[in-house]
């Protein structure tokens, strides 16, 4: 089976191309390397194109002849969208309808979508069923969300096949350090943490301490990106084996505050490292917890990394692998 992986040089994208191959698979990575790393494509092959381009994309999806997309590459920072919304609404929206648009001329049919806890804004239930309302509260999950309408539209009148992943905050590393998180510049908290560990950074930031949380702190739900791989491995199986278009939530169904992750890479560290309060970010909702029951049943997802130190620790990893000029 061959499988397209557009921003498989990125974060997620490299660790699914991985998996991908390491069960065998096909692999054609489509990456602009405005974000990506050549480097981090472990299977397949590589071609550096923009999802702009759809002429460059039909000859690809014509030579290629893909039986299947997983579509990574979009803009992912939420504050960033605060500030310049045109740059999501472009790269994460209108470009996704490009590829789709193109799949759709070449007779594919069935797509893997990255999607965001972000769709659901600030969410009433927590853990978040799928069912809860689309109310993205910034325009990196409003980018997202409107790629999720015109994937429904598309099934309707194309028949188009399509599972959306609905991720909270994947984080950890291949763990034998090959591949790792590695955004520039970079914004996430875990990463963000390790770099003012390794004494890159002065002091780590904590984003608003007045959060209706119990230690004032926001929640996210950290899913192993190994674990959020094997989800889209079991999604691409069952697109192929006929399934029906669905949307899961990936997240382990529990969630961390930031005063609890920043702990816990203390301890993984063993660095006592400087924490500043500051402000909240614009855009931040107070918490992000997945129902995952969906994606456990449906697909029999089984989690293997579900354990908070352990991810940190494959981070941590990544990190000083990095600082040795290993990467
Ligand atoms: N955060 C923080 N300090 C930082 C980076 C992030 O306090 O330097 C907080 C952020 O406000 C959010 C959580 O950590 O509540 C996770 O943020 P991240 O950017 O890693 O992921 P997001 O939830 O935005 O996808």
Redesign the pocket.
């Known amino acids: 089976m061959k499988i397209l992986v557009t921003g498989g040089a990125g974060y997620i994208g490299s660790h699914v191309v991985k998996a991908l191959g390491e069960k065998g698979y096909k692999v054609l990575v489509v990456d602009n390397l405005s974000k990506g790393h050549k480097e981090a494509v472990l299977y397949g092959k590589l071609v550096v194109a923009d999802l702009e381009d759809k002429n460059t994309l039909d000859v690809i999806f014509k030579e290629f002849r893909p039986d299947a997309v997983m579509h990574f590459a979009a803009f992912i920072e939420?504050a960033q969208s605060l500030r310049e919304p045109l740059k999501y609404y472009k790269n994460n929206t209108v470009n996704t309808i490009n590829l789709l648009e193109v799949m759709l001329k070449n007779g594919v049919n069935k797509f893997i979508f990255s999607s965001t806890a972000a769709v659901y804004g600030n969410p009433e239930k927590v853990p978040i069923p799928e069912i809860e309302p689309i109310k993205p509260i910034n325009p990196y999950g409003q980018s997202k969300a409107f790629v999720e309408k015109v994937l429904q539209d598309f099934d309707k009148s194309y028949g188009l096949k399509y599972v959306s992943l609905r991720y909270f905050?994947a984080a950890g590393a291949d763990p034998e350090g090959r591949i790792g998180e590695s955004h520039d510049p970079e914004?996430?908290?875990?990463p963000?943490i390790l770099k003012t560990a390794k004494g890159e950074k002065e002091s780590?930031?904590?984003?608003?301490t007045d959060y209706p949380t119990p230690d004032g702190?926001?929640i996210?739900d950290y899913i192993h990106v190994d674990d959020l791989a094997e989800a889209h491995i079991l999604a691409l199986e069952y697109l192929l084996n006929g399934g029906s278009s669905e949307v899961f939530n990936c997240g382990y169904g529990h969630g961390f505050s930031?005063r609890e992750v920043i702990d816990t890479a203390r301890k993984v560290t063993g660095i006592d490292f400087k924490v500043e309060e500051t402000e909240r970010?614009p855009g931040?909702p107070a918490i992000?917890v997945a129902d995952s029951s969906k994606l456990r049943k449906v697909l029999d997802w089984k989690p293997k990394f579900d354990d908070l130190e352990y991810i940190i620790r494959t981070a941590w990893n990544w990190e000083r692998r990095r600082e040795r000029g290993q990467e």
Do not use: Q, S
């Open positions: 939420v905050n914004t996430h908290l875990i963000l780590i930031k904590i984003f608003g702190t926001c996210r930031v970010r931040d992000l």
